[in-house]
């Protein structure tokens, strides 16, 4: 009996807690990340709040402890963000180096004039889904981040296809092929 009423009284001392310290948290956190991810944050907080069995603390301790902590996870979320774009970055940089290298032989690669088709055969070898993030990305367009909402996915899991697209194509193609459709594409 004794146990229920300790975890009772310890389940309405965090949702008080809760309900007191989560909207100012929020507000906190979403001037540094997007709400989606403000919410996450605050959310995880609480849950170690709840797991490490902190309640315990003094009220001031406490509140510094969750500011901390959500200010912690904002800062460890920016830096992760960060890293994946200095990453994508890096990718974009090397493509359009491959593609200034391309314009040294681009003589006789414009001379066939069914290299569109030939390339676009390459294509129609690609998944369903790949094709239509393809064309999505590559003949309306279209950023990943409006792909990703149109087909229900993350923005990073559109980057990720495309950057499994250009690698198939990169493996199908030849090299001068590869690069004028990197040109073709992004002209």
Same mark, same amino acid.
């Given at each position: 009996?004794?146990?229920?009423?300790?975890?009772?009284?310890?389940?309405?001392?965090?949702?008080?807690?809760?309900?007191?310290?989560?909207?100012? $948290?929020?507000?906190?956190? &979403?001037?540094?990340?997007?709400?989606?991810?403000?919410?996450?944050?605050?959310?995880?907080?609480?849950?170690? @709040?709840?797991?490490?069995?902190?309640?315990?603390?003094?009220?001031?301790? $406490?509140?510094?402890?969750?500011?901390?902590?959500?200010?912690?996870?904002?800062? =460890?979320?920016?830096?992760?963000?960060?890293?994946?774009?200095?990453?994508?970055?890096?990718?974009?940089?090397?493509?359009?180096? &491959?593609?200034?290298?391309?314009?040294?032989?681009?003589?006789?690669?414009?001379?066939?004039? =069914?290299?569109?088709?030939?390339?676009?055969?390459?294509?129609?070898?690609?998944?369903?889904?790949?094709?239509?993030?393809?064309?999505?990305?590559?003949?309306?367009?279209?950023?990943?981040?409006?792909?990703?909402?149109?087909?229900?996915?993350?923005?990073?899991?559109?980057?990720?296809?495309?950057?499994?697209?250009?690698?198939?194509?990169?493996?199908?193609?030849?090299?001068?092929?590869?690069?004028?459709? $990197?040109?073709? @594409?992004?002209?």
């Amino acid at each position: 009996m004794a146990f229920n009423q300790a975890t009772t009284k310890r389940y309405a001392d965090y949702q008080r807690i809760y309900v007191t310290y989560s909207p100012m $948290l929020l507000r906190f956190a &979403e001037k540094y990340v997007s709400l989606p991810t403000a919410e996450d944050l605050v959310h995880d907080t609480f849950l170690k @709040l709840w797991d490490k069995q902190l309640l315990v603390l003094p009220e001031n301790d $406490l509140k510094n402890l969750l500011y901390a902590t959500v200010r912690n996870a904002c800062i =460890d979320h920016l830096r992760k963000q960060k890293f994946e774009n200095e990453t994508l970055d890096s990718r974009s940089v090397q493509l359009k180096l &491959e593609e200034l290298a391309f314009f040294k032989d681009a003589e006789a690669v414009f001379m066939r004039k =069914d290299l569109i088709e030939y390339i676009m055969e390459k294509v129609a070898k690609l998944t369903e889904r790949q094709q239509q993030i393809f064309k999505m990305a590559y003949i309306e367009g279209m950023k990943s981040a409006e792909i990703a909402v149109e087909l229900h996915l993350s923005p990073r899991t559109v980057e990720n296809q495309l950057y499994r697209i250009v690698l198939n194509l990169r493996q199908q193609l030849e090299e001068h092929l590869f690069l004028f459709l $990197l040109l073709f @594409l992004n002209g």
